[in-house]
């Protein structure tokens, strides 16, 4: 994605945390500040967001209510053009639906793209 395509979902995904109330602990990181942390995981995303609240128990999925929420959420992304990959427990990583996944870890595609890459 390009950088100003980045900054809009950005945008998009924020407006979109903040109207369900997910954007408590909630950390926006861009590929260049996730690197600078220094790590290793899910380098290549465009850019991460990091959660220690109600966004980190959705994306992993405890009940039917997280999963249905989490559906919605990578639903929104993919309609933004993106899909998201579970890095860490507490962080959430967005790549271009044109890009697969590159570190040989299991990374979630869109459904309708019918497979899982490990």
Known sequence: MKNLAIVRVIDDVRDYLKQRGLLRE???CSHEEWISRGETL???SDFTIISMADLANISNGWT???DAA???LTDFAESRGCWIERGYLWSLHFYPLDR???Q???CLVPK????IHQ
């Open 70 to 72: 989490w559906e919605d």
């Open 26 to 28: 909630t950390l926006f």
């Open 100 to 102: 697969e996944c590159a």
């Open 64 to 66: 039917e209510e997280t």
């Open 104 to 106: 040989g870890i299991v």
């Open 112 to 115: 309708d793209q019918g497979e």
């Open 42 to 44: 899910c380098t290549d």
